[in-house]
């Protein structure tokens, strides 16, 4: 993890969720770090998210879709982590252009700059466990049959599949971590587009109840985004994840309602409610879902670190304390 000392990176979505918490963890470590970020309103990115280190990284706002900016500000990096996205699957429905524009074709104009002008530099993608859709069996191993159930997935394996071809073909290093539910401080809590938990905690701290949608049996796993985070380094530190593709997930498998229940008794007040489906989530669904991650175990010797009710409790007081940055208070 010394890797990183002195090095200079560029984070794309840098000023969103994981993007920040990456962003100070690596200023910690002595790296020279840029963000890049469109601050595009539905899409997470949040000045606030690097208040504490604002003055000891690079901000560039500008679009991953501009391909002479991003060619540019890939010059003499050592790392590209690459996080900036469309992350909300009933968007990439609404709008599946924009998804294609942001997923897939920018992560190959990316991957052409680095081909052009950097091909020593090292590149981390942040995927999604989206795109393996509805599980044949559980836990879910990177072995299983893709077949994603929106446009995000396949857009995002697009991107994903680009990037380990540019490892195999040119040698540009990559790899790839399919993230499933990551959460803590720094999220967008304003709506749901990025997590569903997001906007549970702003429903708990305004005192409306929560809303778990069916019967609240779907199981999930969750990562707090430390353990997300050390993920990313270890394997952008690693030449043994060169060309390859990692789950990560948590060994704590919990159902939505069993969820809400642990949420409201962490001292906030609140309830729940089951209601219907609506239309468009039940068509993209994907039922149970948790993770195998024990190649990257076993690989990176990566594991989670932070229980789920500890994580919990660290992104509620966050947000008790900063919520007014991250959504507007209703008169």
């Known amino acids: 993890m010394n890797n990183y000392n002195g090095k200079s990176i560029l984070i794309t979505g840098g000023l969103g969720f994981i993007g920040s918490n990456l962003a100070r963890a690596l200023v910690a470590q002595g790296a020279k770090v840029t963000l890049v970020d ?29 391909p002479f900016a991003m060619a540019y500000l890939l010059q003499g990096k050592d790392y590209l982590f690459n996080l900036a996205g469309q992350t909300s699957h009933v968007d990439s429905m609404d709008d599946p252009q924009t998804d294609l524009d942001i997923n897939a074709a920018a992560q190959l104009s990316i991957l052409e700059a680095c081909r052009k002008v950097n091909t ?32 995000n997935g396949i857009n ?25 539910n990551t959460y803590g401080p720094g999220m967008r809590v304003k709506d749901a587009r990025q997590t569903f938990l997001g906007i549970w905690v702003r429903l708990l701290l305004e005192g409306k109840p929560i809303k778990v949608f069916g019967d609240g049996l779907q199981l999930r796993d969750f990562n707090y985004v430390d ?30 309602k069993a969820l ?72």
């Not at 899409?43 to 991953?64: L, Q, S």
């Not at 089951?274 to 010797?301: C, H, N, V």
């Open 38 to 66: 469109s601050l595009i309103p539905q899409y997470g990115g949040n000045t606030f998210n690097i208040d504490d280190i604002r003055e000891k990284v690079t901000v560039n706002v500008c679009d991953v879709r501009d």
């Open 120 to 151: 020593g530099i090292k590149i981390v993608f942040a995927s999604t466990r989206q795109l393996y859709g509805k599980p044949s069996y559980l836990p879910v191993d990177e072995n299983h049959p893709i077949r994603p159930v929106d446009v």
């Open 156 to 180: 995002k394996l697009a991107g994903e599949w680009y990037h380990l071809l540019y490892n195999n073909v040119y040698g540009i290093r990559a790899c790839a971590l399919r993230l499933t």
């Open 227 to 256: 353990d997300c985070v050390q993920a990313l380094m270890i394997a952008g530190a690693s030449e043994t994840a060169n060309g390859k593709v990692y789950n990560i997930g948590s060994s704590e498998v919990v159902g939505l």
């Open 260 to 331: 809400a229940e642990i949420m409201i008794d962490l001292g906030y007040g609140g309830t729940f409610e089951l209601i219907p489906f609506p239309p468009e989530r039940k068509a993209i669904d994907i039922g149970d879902y948790y993770s195998d991650f024990s190649l990257i175990t076993q690989e990176l010797d990566w594991k989670p670190e932070v229980s789920l009710r500890v994580g919990l409790e660290r992104t509620m007081a966050y947000y008790h304390k900063h919520y007014q940055h991250y959504w507007e208070i209703e008169s």
